[in-house]
């Protein structure tokens, strides 16, 4: 199954779905439009519609009004007649997901939310935002490490967060933890013409530890595909030794 | 600072502030009306507005069409004159946010974004949907675990989910790892009356480790308040060193 959060119809998941058929029958269930920084959220207050847009052997595609987690509920629940897919695909995001954008990006949504149903997961992240990116050199990549998905597993709550530098050359493959880092200078105040003010968000990405050799940052700096494995327990363990110490 | 997903109108926000003003000034932003389920997302494609409705000593409310990080955004860059907050408290959440919740809920989407800001942040929610639920047993427990926070402060990263059973006699306070669970039977399928269906999605969660000890969801059913310490550091380390035996 594959998902993402730019839209059924965006050239990184047509890219994506076209290097991963030769792997497997496709069913392809994203958003009809952008979805960028829908997170994990779902749709509780609008009914949500499931269109069937292409078929042909071994590829169906469907677009949805919902996020991206409501693809993957309504690909899972509606459509795989209680079959579970052998892996979720979702990408190749317009755009880098490292660092704590796993937090905030629909395309790792639709990758936490295969997760939390026990299906092994990877989101596909390409650093370079235009339509006309180049996602070529991040074919075999790609290949190689949803192979290596099928062939192993993932352990039960863990998924793959994997970012591709924006360059031609690629360097190879590095396993990381994710880089600690925030946005910066976020709003762009303006006046509305009829009065009264309104916000952008915009900003910067502010790395906190750009020396860290071990984070997807530096990885991708360096020109390798970074492999973030991600878990959906969020529990600080250390912190609950530390907190008995507090009188609670 | 104050947030929730639920609205600055809601019950849950407005015992929680009248709660917490005897700790100090208060200024808190929250969505213009219901946000649930809005996890960790951020407006990108809207203009966003934010509405000062009320004003007296030691208190500011504004409201937002936002999400609820968009108002920890808004609240952090453009409302606190560069001074931090002492602490982000979120809630008091109409429902459970425990489990996988955290992952899908906006009043922990309010306190992950605090998080990545480096600001301590606790997220309350109580097991009662209802607008007419009693936070009253809650009071004593939310005090004291505000107080430890602004006392000891939270590791970097870190930040408490916090969980209170809707009933009247509460048992005590355990420290507590996310249980595992999921959402099952999500959709109820409907006929539009123009024709073509639509869905809603609704659904029971899951709990996969009923008998777990040392669980949220263990611990609420017990009667006890559950708190749990959370991390936006979401690398899965032991799977990095699995990995290694892989063909990368």
Known sequence: MISNDDGYAAPGIRF????LRQLGDIVLVAPDAGRSGMSTAITVRTPLFLKLIE??????IYKSNGTPVDCVK???NQLTNGRKPDV????I???TNSSVAIHYSGTLGAVIEACINGIPAVGFSLDDHTMEADFE????YILKITENVLHHG???GCCLNVNIPGTPELKGIRLCRQARGRWVEEFDKRSHPNGGTY?????NFHNDEPDALDTDMYAMREGFVSVVPSQVDMTAFNLIDQMKDWDL
Chains 1, 2 share one sequence.
Do not use: D, F, M
């Not at 994506?16 to 290097?19: A, P, S």
């Open 137 to 140: 050199p991040s074919r075999p």
């Open 74 to 76: 309504l690909a899972l």
């Open 154 to 156: 993932l352990p039960l």
């Open 93 to 95: 995001n317009h755009g």
């Open 55 to 60: 078929e042909e052997p071994g590829l169906k």
């Open 199 to 203: 916000y952008w968000l915009t900003g």
């Open 88 to 91: 979720v695909i979702s990408g």
């Open 16 to 19: 994506l779905t076209e290097t």
